[in-house]
């Protein structure tokens, strides 16, 4: 746990708690290490980069935070509630109407346009915004009623994380969504999602191989071969548009 001096004050509570953790996968005869004893908290309103190189671990410690996977063993809370022992039925309703995903694929409805894309989701949250309004908040009002096909990736991108966010999620997890697009276009797709965490206070956690997004973070923790090897905290963040690559 982060000791109260370095903590910052709009960090009110932490939202996920991970101890111990492990995961792993039988490949046929196989056993594949994908997490070894991980330890970590998130906090309600900060913004964390998982960095680290494929295999490293950053997908599945995501997955199972956002009950997309199961631990093989170890805690994971949310909230104070235990993810580990949550039944189907309890991890469906938790990524339904707690979490907002993005993936480095947009999957976006071909037939159906980006106001009509973030509908999807908002017509079963419980809580949601106006699609109008999550699709101001990423900067694409005026392609509102564009189809998928008639945007650019980034916008595709941007979408996305509309659609991720129309429930209002308080939760975010981003994998590698940046992955697919080239820095100028990747730079805005990062100030959405900075912009989202300010304004709502969304707790998000990024996942990218790319170091130099880590500068945007509150903290950087490093993965590697399954295992944490670091968490830095930045006492000074960098925006968006000051990272290159």
């Known amino acids: 746990m982060i000791d109260k001096e370095e903590?910052?004050?709009h960090w009110e509570e932490i939202v996920f708690q991970v101890r111990d953790l492990t995961k792993i996968y039988e490949m046929g005869e196989v056993e594949v290490h994908a997490l070894r004893g991980a330890?970590?908290?998130?906090?309600?309103?900060?913004?964390?980069?998982l960095l680290g190189p494929s295999g490293s671990g950053k997908s599945t410690l995501l997955n199972i935070l956002g009950g997309l996977d199961t631990a093989t063993s170890g805690f994971v809370s949310y909230r104070g509630q235990e993810l580990t022992k949550a039944s189907e039925q309890d991890l469906t309703e938790y990524r339904r109407f707690h979490v907002g995903f993005v993936f480095q694929f947009y999957n976006l409805i071909p037939s159906l346009t980006a106001?009509?894309?973030?509908?999807?989701?908002?017509e079963i949250a419980k809580n949601p915004m106006a699609p109008e309004e999550a699709l101001a908040l990423v900067g694409l009002t005026d392609r509102r009623d564009h189809f998928p096909a008639q945007l650019s990736g980034g916008e595709q991108q941007r979408v996305a994380i509309a659609r991720a966010i129309s429930k209002n999620p308080e939760v975010l997890l981003c994998d590698e969504p940046t992955g697919a697009l080239d820095s100028k276009t990747g730079i805005v797709v990062l100030d959405a999602l900075d912009r989202i965490n300010r304004e709502l206070g969304t707790a998000t956690a990024i996942i990218t191989h790319n170091a130099d997004?880590?500068?945007?973070?509150?903290?950087?923790?490093?993965?590697?071969?399954?295992?944490?090897t670091e968490i830095i905290i930045n006492k000074v963040k960098k925006t968006p548009n000051e990272l290159r690559w």
């Open 7 to 9: 903590k910052p004050d």
């Open 39 to 49: 330890n970590l908290e998130l906090y309600s309103g900060e913004l964390v980069v």
């Open 115 to 122: 106001r009509e894309n973030v509908a999807v989701v908002t």
């Open 213 to 228: 997004i880590a500068g945007m973070a509150d903290r950087v923790v490093h993965l590697s071969n399954g295992v944490i």
